[in-house]
C-alpha cells in the first residue's frame, strides 16, 4: 500500500534532482529567515490555474490563497470559521504585503455553475450554489444578456466577479487603510489556459487589457 | 501606472517563452477538453509550499485548495459561506477525483499562532484566531508539553492537524461513501522546506514517513 | 563444547583476515601508547545502534558506554555503585576527551517501556522500570498526549531524554567546569535504523535536525 | 557551529555510502521486525574493544552493554537506579537471548586502578574507585602477589574479574533458572588489542584459551 499517489512520487522526485538541487541554499534560507513574500495571490482551485506556474514564481515568492472562483466574501466580524478572511488577515497583518492580486481565469467551473443557476442561491447543502451566490446579483445580469454567447457570458461574469472582489477588499478595515497610506496595491488580473493569455485589469478604468511585455 | 506587480510580468514572460511554449499543445487541449485532475490537494498558503513546485505538477495535474494550515473544518450544511467546503464539493462530486491529499508544512505561520494562544478562540474579528482555534483542543494539549522545543511542538501540531483534518474529510457524506466504495482515497503529507524534505502519512498508523523513492 | 557462540567465533575470524590483518600496526600502536579517544559516546545497548558502526570508527576513536535508553542519571556523590558515573569519570579525569555524544534512537525498548507505564516508577525488583523513571516526568507528559500516534510519542521522548541526560551531564562538577573552561563541548544525536537517518541536536535550540554532509 | 564532531560526521558519510548502502535491506527489515539478537555481549568503555569490530557483527547481531571494567554487580533488588542489572534484565527477561558473554581486555584502565588502590574503596565522589570496588578482594590479593610483573598482575585480574562477574550473573534469578534450563549459555573472553589475540574461557576450568580458529 502506498502512502502517496504514484504521480506525485515521481513529481516530487522530479523537484529534488531538478529545482531543489538547482536552488537549495534559497531553500535553505527561506527556512532559516523565514517568509517574507511581497504578493498575496488570490486564484482559483481550478488545475489549470496555478499562480507559481504562470508566473514562473520561486520559493518564497507568492503568498497563495485558492478558493472555488478565487471569489472574496465582504469583511464579516462574526464568530465564524472564514478562511478567506484568516488568509487575508495573515498576509496584510503579519506579512504586511505590498500587493494583493486577483487572478480569475477563463472556462472557470464555478462562474458557469452561478450562470447556470440564474444567481440564485441553492438549497442547503449545496455547498458550491451558497459559495457563488456570493455574485448572485452580478451573475443574474449576466445571465439574462441574451444577446451574448455563453462564452461571452463567462468571461464576463468571469471579470466582474474580480472586480467584485476587489471591493469587498477594501470591507476589510486593515486593508481599505493600508492601501489609503500607500502600502498597499490591489490588483486584478485574468488568464485563459488555451493561448496562455493574461490580462492585467487597468486600475483606472476597471478594463482588461494584455500587458505590454516589452 | 503599471497594472501588475513588475516581478509577475516577468515572471510570466519567462512562462510564456519557456514552459508555455514547450507544452502549448497540452495547454490547448486542456482548454478544449476541460479539466479531469485524478488528484485534489489542500494546502497552506505559505509562499514555501507550492504543490505544484514541490510535485513538479504540469497544467492540470492538481485540483488546488490552499487556506491558512490547510485546514478541513467538519461538514455544516448551513447557509453561510463555506470556501472549504465548496471546493471539496467540485472535486468530488462534479470532478470525481480519485484522491485528496492534505499536505502540512514545517514552520507554518498558522500552526504557530495556534500554539502562541494555547488553543484559546480568540477574539471576535480575530480571523486567523478562529480559524486556527478548529484544533484547539489539540493545540492545547501540545502547547502543554514543556519537554519539547518550540519547534518540536509546531511540527507536532501541523501532523496532528493533518490528521485532524483527514477525518473531517469523512464528515462529508459523499467523500465518505466515496471512500468506503473504492473510489477515493485520502492522503495526508507534510513538506519542509529546508532540506525539501517530504513526509508521507502511513494510511494504517498515522504515521509520517520519508516515502522510498527509489 | 565450545567456548564461544559460533558466530562470535566466525566473526572474529574475519576481523583478524580483514580489518586487523589491514590496521595491524595501527593496533600494535594503540597497544603501546594507549588510548587517548577525543570523543566518549553514550549510546544504547540496542543492536541495531551500534557506535563504531554508524561512525565508522576505528579502534582507539571513541569511548563508548551503552546502557539501556543512553540515560545519564544526575550527579549522586553517595556510596553506590554508579556505573554510569564511573565512565565520565573515567573519561573526564584521565582521558580528558573533548567531547560527549549522547546518542538515542529510534524504536528503542527502553523508551516505549517508559512510556507504557505512564512515567510511573515500577515494583522493586524492576530494574527497567525503575532504571527509565530517570525520565517519569518527560514520559509522563508525553504518554498524556492522545492526539500523538505511539511512534509519535516515542520518538518525542527519545529526543527529550537525550536533552535531560545532557542536563545531567552538567550536574557533574567537572563536566560543568571543563565545558566552561571550553576543554570539553556537550552534544546529542538521533538515530534511527530503518533509513539510516542520523539527526544532530541543534546546541542552541535543541531541536533534532539533519546534519549537512556535503 | 557544528552540531557534532567533524570525525563522526566524516564517518557517518562513510558508513551511509558503504555499508548502509550494502545493507539497506537488513537495516529496513531490522527496524520494521524489531531486533531479536542471540547474543548480549558485556564489555568494557574502552576505546580499544568495541565488540561490533573485534567480532565483524552486523547490525542487529549483538546487545551490547559497556562500562569501565566490563563488571556485573550482584543482584540487589533495591531502589537504586542499576543500569547494569537494568540491561540485564532486559536482555534475558524481553530479549531472551540464548548467549550472555562477558568480554575482559588487555591494558583495562579501570583494572589498572583497582590494583593502584590495592583494593581499597576509595573516598565518596571517587566513581572510578568505588566501582572497581567491586572485585576489591580480588584486587588486593593480587596487588601483593610482588613475584608477578605489573603486566601479569593486570592480566590475571582482568581475567579474574571475569569469572567473578560470571559469577554475579548467576545472582540474578531469572538468569539462573534460564541456564539451568539449557535456555541460556554464559561465556567469558578476553581479547589483547596488540597483536589481536581472542581468549575464550573454558567453561568447565575456568581457564582461558586460544579458540581454535579452523
Known amino acids: 500500500m502506498s502512502h502517496l499517489p504514484?504521480?506525485?512520487?515521481?513529481?516530487?522526485?522530479?523537484?529534488?534532482?531538478?529545482?531543489?538541487?538547482?536552488?537549495?541554499?534559497?531553500?535553505?534560507?527561506?527556512?532559516?529567515?523565514?517568509?517574507?513574500?511581497?504578493?498575496?495571490?488570490?486564484?482559483c482551485c481550478d488545475?489549470?490555474?496555478?499562480?507559481?506556474?504562470?508566473?514562473?514564481?520561486?520559493p518564497g515568492e507568492l503568498f497563495v490563497l485558492r478558493n472555488v472562483g478565487n471569489l472574496i466574501p465582504?469583511?464579516?466580524?462574526?464568530?465564524?470559521?472564514?478562511?478567506?478572511?484568516?488568509?487575508?488577515?495573515?498576509?496584510?497583518?503579519?506579512?504586511?504585503?505590498?500587493n494583493i492580486v486577483i487572478m480569475g481565469h477563463g472556462r472557470c467551473g464555478g462562474i458557469r455553475a452561478a450562470l447556470a443557476q440564474g444567481?440564485?442561491?441553492?438549497?442547503?447543502?449545496?455547498?458550491i450554489g451558497k459559495?457563488?451566490?456570493?455574485?448572485?446579483?452580478?451573475?443574474a445580469a449576466v445571465a439574462s444578456t441574451s444577446v451574448m454567447t455563453a462564452t461571452e457570458r463567462e468571461t464576463a461574469l468571469e471579470r466582474i466577479s474580480v472586480r467584485y472582489s476587489l471591493?469587498?477588499?477594501?470591507?476589510?478595515?486593515?486593508?481599505?487603510?493600508?492601501?489609503?497610506?500607500?502600502?498597499?496595491?490591489?490588483?486584478?488580473?485574468?488568464?485563459?489556459?488555451s493561448a496562455g493569455e493574461l490580462w492585467a485589469m487597468n486600475r483606472e478604468t476597471g478594463d482588461f487589457e494584455r500587458p505590454s511585455l516589452d
Open 167 to 193: 471591493n469587498n477588499l477594501r470591507t476589510f478595515p486593515q486593508i481599505k487603510a493600508r492601501e489609503e497610506a500607500g502600502e498597499l496595491t490591489l490588483y486584478g488580473a485574468w488568464f485563459d489556459i
Open 74 to 98: 465582504p469583511f464579516e466580524p462574526d464568530q465564524e470559521f472564514h478562511s478567506t478572511s484568516a488568509a487575508l488577515e495573515f498576509a496584510v497583518d503579519v506579512l504586511k504585503v505590498k
Open 131 to 139: 459559495w457563488m451566490s456570493l455574485i448572485h446579483t452580478a451573475a
Open 6 to 43: 504514484e504521480h506525485l512520487l515521481v513529481g516530487y522526485r522530479n523537484f529534488m534532482k531538478g529545482r531543489y538541487a538547482a536552488e537549495s541554499e534559497r531553500y535553505v534560507s527561506l527556512a532559516r529567515e523565514g517568509q517574507a513574500p511581497e504578493t498575496m495571490l488570490i486564484a
Open 47 to 58: 488545475s489549470r490555474s496555478a499562480p507559481e506556474t504562470i508566473f514562473d514564481s520561486g
Open 119 to 127: 444567481g440564485k442561491p441553492l438549497k442547503p447543502g449545496d455547498f
